[in-house]
């Protein structure tokens, strides 16, 4: 995987997440919305394809554990990633990736906190990712010696 595509992971799963998110608020308001009937024996003894709001709750269950599940992907990832940007050398590449894959910035969003201009940025960004992909080379190789020894 290019160093790259590793660090967007970070940025899918925002905006998934982000996405799940909106989806349950919207499950949730037509659950709440769903009129309820008075409840009779005639109506509780209804076969369980009637029970629309059960079976949308059931969704709603299966939603919230699929979240709680990317949610600790997620953070686990940005654990990782933090750890690994906290080793590189430079604070500017440091603040540049944190900025662009942990907080999600557009690069002009990057430039103007930075203060540097877009073009700036951009190159500046080439090298950070360079480097991190450098010293995460260095970190598997040394991690596949121990393994072997």
């Known amino acids: 995987m290019q160093v790259k ?4 992971q970070i940025r899918w799963l925002n905006g998934n997440i982000r996405s799940k998110l909106e989806q349950r608020e919207q ?6 919305s769903m009129p309820i009937h008075d409840i009779k024996e005639d109506y ?3 076969s369980a394809e009637k029970d ?4 949308a709750m059931a969704k709603l269950v299966d939603m ?12 686990d990832l940005r654990e990782q ?18 900025l662009r894959y942990l907080n999600g910035y557009t690069f002009e969003e990057v430039a103007d906190e ?13 090298e950070a990712l360079r480097q991190f ?15 072997s020894d």
Not at 64 to 75: D, P
Not at 81 to 98: F, H, P
Not at 114 to 126: A, E, F, L, N
């Open 5 to 8: 595509d590793y660090l967007e």
């Open 27 to 32: 499950l949730c308001a037509m659950i709440y």
């Open 44 to 46: 509780i003894q209804q």
């Open 52 to 55: 629309h709001i059960g079976s």
């Open 64 to 75: 919230e554990q699929e979240l709680s599940r990317e949610i600790e992907l997620l953070c």
């Open 81 to 98: 990633v933090n750890r690994q940007i906290d080793a590189m050398k430079s604070e500017r590449y440091k603040l540049l990736l944190r």
């Open 114 to 126: 930075m203060s540097y201009t877009y073009r700036w940025t951009i190159k500046m960004h080439k």
């Open 133 to 147: 992909d450098e010293m995460i080379r260095k970190e598997d190789a040394a991690v596949h010696c121990n393994a």
